[in-house]
């Protein structure tokens, strides 16, 4: 999504309404993983424990074993266990040490499968939760097109909050241990010495924080240039056949190298930064090493130095030396989590923000379940507007007896496929509901929406939603197939349907035919959206589909599309077929195929301008007349006032 556009979209507005996402879904997913989080904590903690043994213990061993300045003793061990004899006590040490090795390397592997379990444990969830989420959210939502960002939602917001629970969860128990520990250790050893090494920490910490502040905005801009590139390309591979007829192949290209310049310049924006930001780290905890090394050093050749006091022995002064340096790499990751947490943050917004955009279409609270339907519909005054839009429809009234069929027809932009689509509930009349059920009632500032659209006598939205669906059978202008077989795209929807109903059901939609020739029959796959199959094949496997469904209601969105008189015919005769023993809305943009309609309604301007059988309205002689004059031939163009209205509307669009 450009940036322009923010704030303009439901997602963006229910994003700014979200607080402590990280927080929240921390709390939501964890408890089914605990288990996974808590040995990977535990572990961690021991993992990075065995990490100090080493210092400490050949630090004693020196001080014991070499240079005899102290007695041979090892934190946490008690000195019964320990040898007397010199020599067993420099084996004992080494034992010690591999022990360490050995034990930190198992805990380490625990530890990662620990973490790698609960991070992605969670982030399949957190998948998969949002994926149903977005699903379920109306048609307004798709209208506005933010499918390319719910992708990206699913795809690296997700991913981003799995390199933090994965890294950034482990390497900050790593650092709270190793600092923890090694700060214990040093003010164990030598407090006074320990406050010049650690005199390091504060500077560390305070530098690591000007860094994340100075480089978040860089960050933010990197991903954003980062999002208008994928945008770019989304945009060019999908017009890619528009591309490559108006040979603008470099004008794409250089399209996408503008924006892959700022992508460039972006991260080299942070790299730079970044670039500063280890050395300086390492400058000062070398500063840390050195001032240790010079003080310390001093101590052990001459007596303490300055203001210090007391003894420091040439093994306390190797552990300080090897613990300082111990302090030097984790210091510097700090940056790492902080941009992980930052980009996590984001990320984490986003997703709350997806699973927080209320869903207006859904079950009443006790909906009525649809048995033995009859299939009467009736719109009763409906008005409706699409969001934020003008009135579409305008109190249209409109009735199918059970087994009718009720063509609407009228111009372009007459509302026709607003109407078809309120029947499913693709969109409602009604504005979202209150807690207290739904908000019926018009009031005065709306008008825009209102009246109801009923099946056999049940407001549509207080139908259980499932059972509505699966009584009409809808077949829209626009097909679509999935990647998949044929078989497979007639049974979507009715899976358990055996091959022998499938063939049936391609017989009535007259594709049993074509779908013989194809290289494998019913076990061809159709390309991704169909674009193997032609039109007029893709509208039969449509109708196969609604064949198999069986529906009581048939709801008949007629195919613009043009398609050769052939091809028409036979889809003609499946869907009179189809509409034989059902009650119908055909929304009709040829006129021809309606004339044997029970009722025909004509629309104009979201308003019912006439309605009668085919023989009454040419009797009328108003626009069905008109429009059946220029449809057959018969006139050359609709009246002035018609097409004046088009073009003004046109112009709207
Ligand atoms: P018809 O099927 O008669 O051609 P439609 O019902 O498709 O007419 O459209 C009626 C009006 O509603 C048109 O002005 C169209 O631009 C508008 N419209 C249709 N679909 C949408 C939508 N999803 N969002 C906003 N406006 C829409």
Known sequence: MAASDEFETELDASREQVERPLWRLFRAYTPDHAPWLAVGLLTSVLAYGTVLVTPIVLGTTIDAVFTRESAYALPLVPDAWLPSEQETQFWFSTAVVAAALLGGAVLQWVR?????????????????????????????????????????????????????????LGDSVRIGVIVVGVTTALLYTNRQLALVTLGAVPLLVGFTWWFARVIEPRYTRHRETVGDLNTRIENSLGGIELVKTTSTEAYETDRVRRVSRDVFDANMDVLKLSYFYRPGMELVTGAALLATFVLGGLWVFSGPPLFFSGELTTGEFVVFMLLTQRLTGPMAQLSNIVAWYENALASAKRICGLMDVPVRIEDAPNPVALEDVDGRIEYDDVTFAYESGETVLDGVDIEAAPGETVAIVGPTGAGKSTVAKLLPRLYDVSEPRGPDGPSRERSESDGVTGGAVRVDGHDVRDVRLADLRSTIGYVSQDTYLFDGTVAENIRYGQFDADREDVVAAAEAAEAHGFVQTLSEGYDTRVGERGVKLSGGQRQRIAIARTVLQDP???????????????????????????AADRTTLVIAHRLSTVKNA????????????????????????????????????????????????????????
């Open 112 to 168: 990662g499968v620990a973490i790698n379990y609960f991070a992605h444990g969670v982030m399949y969830a957190i998948r998969v939760d949002a994926y149903e989420k977005m699903q379920r959210l109306d048609m307004t939502f798709f209208d506005n097109k933010e499918t390319g960002e719910v992708m990206s939602i699913l795809n690296n917001d997700t991913s981003n909050l799995e390199t933090f629970f994965d890294n950034a």
């Open 552 to 578: 009581d209601i048939l709801l008949l969105d007629e195919a613009t599309s043009a398609v050769d008189t052939e091809t028409e015919y036979l889809i003609q005769r499946s869907l009179d077929r189809l």
């Open 598 to 653: 029970d009722t025909i309604v004509v629309l104009d301007d979201g308003e019912v301008v006439e309605r009668g059988t085919h023989e009454d309205l040419l009797a009328a002689d108003g626009l069905y007349a008109n429009l059946w004059g220029v449809q057959a031939g018969e006139i050359e163009s609709l009246p002035e006032e018609f097409l004046a209205r088009a073009a003004e509307s046109a112009a709207e669009r």
